[in-house]
């Protein structure tokens, strides 16, 4: 395969075409109604054009990387008849049965659909380093398991459609969760008037570690919130898990609470951070 797709060239979106890119060398056919967005893939070496349509006349191997299932239901509308034949591997944190309805509706025109959400944030993208987890027929992921290895060495089949966002949404519970107790602790920290990076070195090399820290956690501390991951996202994302628990007759605790902090933040004007700027909810700074 030497051509892929993208639909969605936003943070994770454009990461992935820069990993197709090089050190792949694939040939890349991008779409995003961003016109910046379409110029960033040009940048790189890609070819964007102008609609979904045009995508899927190009190549059948298509990659999601989108909003949420409202997006994606209106991209898989606008392609129409064009997605027969093809495949897609669909990115997107999804809500899931929307995202199962998705597959069904999709096979029953002859294209092939996989849920494969992506653990990770945009450097793990361009560095090939996230973990994938599909859901969708098991032929499928077979035949577009080397695909998927582009992105990360670590890919697990789930089981049916759908089962890739429920279990993406079970990771994001628990890697927010420890985002936050991070945030909630350093913020003690600095109210005691303890030395930052000491106290950080120190969580990171006892039993309360945790990779959030690797990632966030001096970000935390410096103030930097240029995004990787969008604090608004993770909003979103605690919605569905809070959807999907209520489905299931799941005790959530903890998960309402994050949704009030994470809530109260987007209304500050923090939405458009890096999720890393959960801790401003224990420093009461605004923007």
């Not at 110029?39 to 070496?45: P, Q, S, T, V």
């Not at 964007?48 to 898989?76: H, I, R, Y």
């Not at 005790?251 to 401003?280: Q, W, Y």
């Amino acid at each position: 395969m030497d051509a892929i797709g993208m639909i969605g060239l936003g943070l994770m979106g454009g990461a992935l075409a820069q990993r197709l890119r090089a050190p792949h060398g694939l040939r890349v056919v991008g779409y995003d109604p961003r016109e910046e967005c379409r110029a960033r893939l040009a940048e790189i070496g890609g070819e964007p054009v102008q609609s979904v349509c045009e995508v899927f006349g190009s190549v059948k191997t298509v990659v999601f990387s989108l909003p949420d299932s409202n997006v994606v239901a209106a991209v898989v509308a606008e392609a129409g008849d064009s997605v027969r034949g093809a495949t897609i591997i669909d990115t997107t944190t999804g809500e899931p049965n929307a995202t199962a309805a998705t597959g069904k509706a999709l096979a029953a025109v002859d294209c092939d659909y996989l849920d494969a959400t992506l653990s990770g944030t945009g450097p793990d993208a361009r560095n090939g380093t996230l973990v994938v987890t599909a859901g969708g027929k098991a032929k499928v992921f077979e035949r577009i398991d080397p695909v998927l290895r582009l992105f990360g060495e670590r890919c697990f089949h789930v089981g049916p459609w759908g089962s890739g966002a429920r279990i993406k949404l079970i990771i994001n519970l628990v890697l927010g969760l420890n985002r936050v107790a991070l945030a909630e602790g350093l913020a003690l920290a600095r109210r005691c008037g303890l030395e930052m990076e000491q106290t950080f070195n120190i969580l990171r090399t006892g039993a309360a570690y945790s990779r959030a820290m690797d990632t966030k956690g001096q970000r935390m501390i410096s103030g930097y919130f240029e995004p990787h991951a969008k604090l608004s996202q993770h909003l979103k994302d605690v919605r569905l898990i809070l959807e999907t628990g209520g489905e299931v007759g799941a005790a959530l605790p903890f998960s309402t609470m994050h949704e009030e902090v994470l809530t109260e933040l987007v209304e500050r004007g923090f939405g458009e951070c890096d999720n890393s700027a959960v801790i401003l909810a224990f420093e009461g700074e605004q923007p």
